[in-house]
């Protein structure tokens, strides 16, 4: 999101972007599961800022995002209550990589190209692919996680922003149920706020999206959880995921296959740089959802500020 805000305000000749994956949008993800799909990333988004209510516009007039509106609830004392609100929520469509792939069609992307190491060379900076390739540019700017953008900086002095703005992992896990999602009073629910649970961070159910059909539920654990069980085998996580819905809200649920994000959200969200903005070295800048509150909209806002900076 950062790094295809930023493109889209510079000149096309004047960048070259390298994404590692196959396709653009990072956490903005989906995975095919034999003949459907999920996020099993960000699961919504929302708006404040007017620079990114104007993408947002282009975005739902081209079809490429819907607005969503799920019956939410929440976990008090870990018993699942509703909690209507009034919170405008856009998914995408027909799956939330929909945004990045719509982002990107005014981007050249060098894909499934990941960088190495990026050093300084005199007046210019080298990146270094894992395949050996070598680019030299005069300004450059990460938009990877915290973490990796610590792996590609190592020959700058990252260590300020590296102590200080760290992120937390995120099991996500798809599993399957033809069931309705009731809270304890029998209120239908289509999401669900982690509130105080354990497990639980947010539910969400595929078919209340715009357009899908599935019986898939994507459930993402919560930040504790996810640390405590970093290393399990992914299996065994949709398994204990499965059988807690099911515990909870008293349905039938199959698993389906789980998820790890390593780097998923910063772990405080209200620690932001100015702008959510960094400039590591002269032409050298950072910036990402985690410099900047470790949203959606942070993410576009921070790009939309770095490419200012590099013009
Ligand atoms: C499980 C989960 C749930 C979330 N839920 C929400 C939500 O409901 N609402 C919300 O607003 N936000 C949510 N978020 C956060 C949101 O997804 C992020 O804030 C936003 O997408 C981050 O964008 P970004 O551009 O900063 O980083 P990323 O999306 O992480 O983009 C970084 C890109 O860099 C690429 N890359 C990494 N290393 C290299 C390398 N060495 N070489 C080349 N490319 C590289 C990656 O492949 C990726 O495409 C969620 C995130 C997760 C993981």
Redesign the pocket.
């Known amino acids: 999101?950062?790094?295809l805000a930023a493109a889209r305000q510079l000149p096309p000749s004047s960048y070259q972007i390298?994404?590692?994956?196959r396709g653009?949008?990072?956490?903005?993800a989906s995975k095919r599961i034999e003949q459907q799909r999920a996020d099993i990333?960000?699961?919504?988004?929302?708006v404040r800022d007017q620079r990114f209510e104007a993408v947002v516009e282009l975005a739902h007039s081209a079809g490429a995002i819907q607005s969503w509106e799920p019956r939410m609830g929440t976990f008090r004392s870990s018993i699942p209550v509703d909690s209507p609100d009034t919170q405008q929520r856009y998914v995408g469509a027909p799956y939330m990589n929909a945004l990045g792939r719509f982002l990107s069609q005014s981007v050249t992307i060098e894909s499934e190209?990941?960088?190495?190491t990026i050093q300084r060379d005199g007046p210019f900076f080298v990146l270094k692919t894992t395949t050996g390739a070598e680019y030299s540019a005069e300004q450059v700017l990460v938009?990877?996680?915290v973490d990796?953008m610590a792996d590609?900086l190592a020959h700058f002095a990252v260590a300020p922003i590296v102590t200080q703005f760290t992120m937390e992992p995120?099991w996500?896990s798809v599993v399957s149920s033809k069931y309705q999602l009731t809270t304890s009073t029998h209120e239908p629910i289509d999401a669900c706020f982690g509130g105080d649970h354990d497990v639980f961070d947010?539910i969400s159910v595929e078919r209340s999206k715009p357009g899908r059909d599935s019986d898939l539920i994507v459930v993402?654990a919560s930040t504790e959880w996810s640390k405590v069980h970093l290393e399990h085998d992914p299996d065994w996580i949709t398994q204990q995921i499965a059988t807690e819905l099911s515990d909870t809200f008293d349905i039938q649920v199959e698993p389906v296959l789980s998820h790890r994000?390593r780097y998923?959200?910063p772990t405080d969200p209200k620690m932001t740089t100015q702008k959510g903005i960094y400039q590591v070295d002269a032409g050298l800048w950072i910036a990402?959802?985690?410099l900047a509150g470790?949203?959606?909209?942070?993410?576009y806002l921070?790009?939309f500020e770095a490419a200012e900076r590099l013009a």
């Open positions: 999101m950062a790094g390298f994404e590692k994956s653009p949008g990072g956490r903005l990333g960000a699961q919504f988004f929302t190209t990941r960088i190495d938009t990877t996680p990796q590609l995120t996500t947010f993402q994000w998923a959200r990402g959802d985690y470790g949203r959606v909209e942070g993410a921070a790009g």
